[in-house]
């Protein structure tokens, strides 16, 4: 039962990053898992419960594995290796399932309207992730690796933001070019704050 719940939440989940909530019917969720309504409706009453669950169970999981990861002594430059090989590792898994980055944020706002719960989560998650950065920049600070005289807060905004803005300007094409633009974006800002 649990394992076809969880087949379910993967493969709707592709379908509602490929089309959007609105886009998305029933029929296609069952014809891409080739099973009837009745079992479809035994784990979920309906298409929204199904797509709050994937975002619940997902895409949010997605995000929190990110931060999981990540250790409170890492330094701006450690932070920046292991957010490239996570981004690496999202982009495989997209670019497997013939999916643009876009369509992943596109499927948060989409969260986002449906549910205006989510909004508390992703601020939630804005807030984590602001902390990890600013965290790794103090450790930079304190070893000697970039300079004292930089704020913090907004450093860390700027770490944040470039992964998101190239993201949002990524599609199904381009995710190697969107990895390489984020790369080159971390190292930009960490050129001008180093030592």
Partial sequence: MKETRQTILQKAFVIFLDKGYYGTSISDIQKELDIGRATLYHHFANKKELFFAIIDELFISMGNGVQKEVTSDMTVKELINHLKKKLYDEVTWLKNKQIGLADFF??????????????????????????????????????????????????????????????????????????????????????????
Avoid: C
Avoid at 184 to 192: D, F, M, R, V
């Fill in 106 to 195: 596109m499927l948060s706002a989409e969260a986002l309207r449906l549910n205006p719960d989510y909004h508390k989560i992703s601020e939630e998650m804005h807030e984590k992730a602001l902390q990890i950065w600013s965290q790794s920049i103090l450790n930079s600070i304190d070893k000697g690796e970039v300079r004292d005289n930089i704020d913090i807060t907004e450093t860390a905004k700027l770490f944040m933001y470039v992964r998101h803005g190239i993201a949002v300007l990524s599609n199904r094409k381009n995710l190697e070019k969107s990895i390489i633009e984020t790369q080159n974006g971390y190292e930009s800002i960490y050129q001008l704050i180093k030592k």
